[in-house]
Structures are given as C-alpha cells and as structure tokens.
C-alpha cells in the first residue's frame, strides 16, 4: 500500500456480504518474523478474524488480543485464521509480540489505509477504533462486530457463533 495520507475514509463500518477491501501490510508473527499478510489472499487457507485495536500495549487492547490468545487454539482447530491489527509500527508490533507473546500475527496499518477501508478510522484520534470482522474462504465479510468490547462476554462468544463454534 502506499502512504494512505489520501486513502479514502469509508463513514461506516463493512457489512456482511461485501467483499473485504484488500490490502498487503507487513506483519509481525508469533515468533518475531516479518512477513506480509494479503486479504483477501490469506482467506484461500481458512476463514479470516481481523481484530482491530488501538494500541499496541494498552490496558483494554491488551485485555482484547489477549482474550483472542486465551482461545486461539478453539480458533486454530476450526481452522481460522486470526491477525490484530492497528496503526503502530512494526517496532511497536515487535516489542509488544515479545511482551505478550501472541500466538497471531499483528498487522501493521501505519498509514491507516486498510482501517480506513474497512471503516473503523477515527480521525480524532487518528488511528484504529475497535471491532471483529470475519472472512470467509471467497473473500466476503461473513460477519462484523463494530466498536468490540472485549468485556462483553455476548460480544465475545458472538465471535464463536461466526464460525459455528458455540
């Protein structure tokens, strides 16, 4: 993607049915490798879990990716794929893979573009709001949960119900 200064800002969030806007953004792995993720590429392998947050590090970011790590492995054998992704840099991403230790991946949006796309921008704050959106094998949103609250537990096993797991 290119700088994303002029990316265009969707007003609202997708919606089940739609294509998901593509993109190719550099990722932080497990491990601490780098590598690209493509949607709707990724989606060829299994359903998609885009988890939009914030803040790498933050108090109820934290609480959110580390919600989606408690119950990777339900995730994982269902054969779903699940990425955090925000605004943070690659850096940010590392440190924060290496403090908490996430069994997914983190996308780095620098610029924005795909959040912008995906209409989850806030531009008072200028970077990712929080929401769940899930992708299906073709490339199309299956489901969308906008401003996800990770305390919310009918939010949370909403996330299950998608992929057929409660």
Not at 43 to 63: N, Q
Request: charge should be negative; include cysteine.
């Amino acid at each position: 993607m290119s700088d994303g200064a002029d990316a265009p800002v969707r007003e609202t969030p997708v919606e089940p049915g739609e294509q998901a806007p593509p993109f190719t953004l550099p990722a932080i792995g497990p491990g601490g490798e780098q590598f690209d993720v493509s949607v709707p590429g990724v989606a060829a392998a299994g359903p998609v879990l885009l988890v939009f947050y914030e803040d790498d590090g933050m108090p109820l970011c934290t609480r959110e990716l580390k919600a989606f790590a408690q119950e990777h492995e339900v995730l994982a054998g269902a054969g779903v794929q699940v990425f955090g992704i925000n605004t943070n840099g690659l850096g940010s991403h590392r440190r924060f893979q290496e403090r908490d230790h996430f069994p997914f991946a983190l996308i780095s949006d620098f610029h924005g573009e795909a959040v912008k796309a995906y209409g989850f921008w806030d531009p008072d704050e200028r970077k990712s709001r929080r929401a769940v959106v899930a992708i299906g094998t073709d490339g199309t949103v299956t489901h969308v949960i906008p401003h996800f609250n990770p305390g919310n537990l009918n939010a949370f096993e909403a996330v299950f119900r998608f992929f057929g797991l409660l």
